[in-house]
Nanobody, 122 residues
Framework: VQLVESGGGDVRIGDSLTLSCVAA????????LGWFRQSPGNDRQFVAS???????YYAASVKGRFTISRDNVKNTVILRMNNMKPEDTAVYSC?????????????????WGPGTQVAVAS
């Protein structure tokens, strides 16, 4: 199984950025997917998840600004980030799991990508 993120970069406050994560080696449409982020010195933080049934769930800090979606034909999960803030600066990783119970729990996920860096200039 392989998950590979792309789309990270440097942006300014209020900008938008779209991250993508392509999965290989698993029955993608059967899997729940999540995005997490980690900044230096901090634990990995839940951002958003989307179930195999296309039901999204967001952390309070990003709700209304970020949108998660999935494309089961392209085996891709997408995170659209709008109105970005300096506190969004982190390495963003996607993760996959079969039928998660607690979407914000790191331990629920079986597979992880290496991450892509996002930096928001203040």
């Amino acid at each position: 199984v392989q998950l590979v993120e792309s789309g990270g970069g440097d942006v300014r406050i209020g900008d938008s950025l779209t991250l993508s994560c392509v999965a290989a080696g698993l029955p993608f449409s059967n899997y729940d997917l999540g995005w997490f982020r980690q900044s230096p010195g901090n634990d990995r933080q839940f951002v958003a998840s989307i179930s195999y049934a296309d039901s999204p769930y967001y952390a309070a800090s990003v709700k209304g600004r970020f949108t998660i979606s999935r494309d089961n034909v392209k085996n891709t999960v997408i995170l659209r980030m709008n109105n970005m803030k300096p506190e969004d600066t982190a390495v963003y990783s996607c993760a996959a799991a079969l039928r998660i119970g607690v979407p914000w729990a790191v331990s629920e996920y079986d597979y992880w990508g290496p991450g892509t860096q996002v930096a928001v200039a203040s």
